[in-house]
Nanobody, 123 residues
Framework: QVQLVESGGGLVQPGDSLRLSCAASGRTFSNYAMSWFRQAPGKEREFVAAITWRGGNRYYADSVKGRFTISRDNAKNTVYLQMNSLKPEDTAVYYC????????????????WGQGTQVTVSS
């Protein structure tokens, strides 16, 4: 089992920045590719970003490319999502996920998920 706990969400204004964290415990963190998803009210959960096991490759949804950065610190068992130039349409609950396979964690079929952290972007 892998336990994931997200933190760092909050209420911000358009144009502001936030950094989300996802702390993992349980199995060896570096054995897992990691991703961030988000779900806005009334919408399906959507892929945001993913990172490979040692952080060598990163993938982003078009809607966040150039504004969000995913990173990981395997020594701290933590994955981050730096969000800049936030927009009201970024408002959602953000979830991190872990899976052994990269395609699995990008597709949303990962077996391990956190409980989510709320991000609200509003003036």
């Amino acid at each position: 089992q892998v336990q994931l706990v997200e933190s760092g969400g909050g209420l911000v204004q358009p144009g502001d920045s936030l950094r989300l964290s996802c702390a993992a415990s349980g199995r060896t963190f570096s054995n897992y590719a990691m991703s961030w998803f988000r779900q806005a009210p009334g919408k399906e959960r959507e892929f945001v970003a993913a990172i490979t096991w040692r952080g060598g490759n990163r993938y982003y949804a078009d809607s966040v490319k150039g504004r969000f950065t995913i990173s990981r610190d395997n020594a701290k068992n933590t994955v981050y999502l730096q969000m800049n130039s936030l927009k009201p349409e970024d408002t959602a609950v953000y979830y991190c996920a872990a899976a052994a396979g990269l395609s699995t964690v990008i597709s949303g079929r990962g077996e391990f998920w956190g409980q989510g952290t709320q991000v609200t972007v509003s003036s």
